[in-house]
């Protein structure tokens, strides 16, 4: 395996696993991960996690996003929680960690890229995404109503009403409530059907100019 055919094969891919290389080229799987380790060494191909890797910008001919490649490297998953909260401009801080959510067991990944974390979720309680599209392929993030119950499901304690304007919420409008309710009750948890209603509260309060939100 030499450089021109690892270009040819991922060139235009966000990132590539340590299997297609093994697939496609016949070194076996120690040699073509030595001659990776080489080529990481020369700054000409990225390790992302173990047996997943990019190209070097200068060699790729496609257009790489951090929310692209949070979906890439661990799947199935959707970019949720915090991070979800602030794309959709539900809380004021813009976060720079990308949480997701999978049915997997949970990870950490750090690389050039960011930090990326992936949190365990029910299988039962994957759901609640889209797809928002990007000229790398785009990326899954949670819908509005997902990115809150996630938050509140992955963390711990009661979500009451002093917990929740610490979070200095804004732009509640654009949260369902019919859509929120509903995905609550999927969780089947109590201390979800609470928080939700404590936040709709909160939200027609903030609307009617009683309470900041």
Excluded at 21 to 32: C, D, H, K, T
Excluded at 46 to 63: D, F
Excluded at 149 to 177: C, F, I, K, N, S
């Amino acid at each position: 395996m030499d450089f021109d055919s690892l270009l040819e094969l991922t060139g235009t891919q966000p990132s590539f696993e340590l299997g297609l290389l093994v697939q496609a080229f016949a070194e076996g799987r120690e040699g073509i991960r030595v001659q990776l380790s080489r080529w990481m060494k020369q700054g000409r191909v990225i390790g992302l996690r173990r047996g997943h890797y990019a190209l070097a910008e200068r060699y790729r001919r496609v257009t790489v996003t951090a929310e692209a490649m949070a979906g890439s490297l661990y799947r199935p998953s959707y970019l949720s929680g915090l991070w979800a909260l602030g794309f959709h401009d539900l809380i004021p801080e813009r976060v720079v960690r990308f949480t997701s959510v999978s049915p997997r067991s949970p990870q950490t990944f750090e690389n050039p890229f960011g930090v990326f974390e992936y949190r365990n979720i029910k299988q039962e309680c994957f759901f609640g995404y889209q797809k928002v599209a990007q000229s790398s392929g785009g990326f899954f993030v949670a819908e509005p109503e997902k990115a809150l119950l996630d938050h509140w499901h992955l963390t711990p304690g009661e979500w009451d009403g002093d917990r929740l304007e610490e979070m200095r919420y804004q732009h509640h409008e654009r949260v369902d409530a019919s859509r929120l309710q509903a995905y609550a009750g999927r969780f089947h948890s109590p201390r979800l059907a609470r928080a939700a209603a404590c936040w709709l509260r909160l939200a027609d309060d903030a609307e009617k100019g009683t309470v900041t939100l």
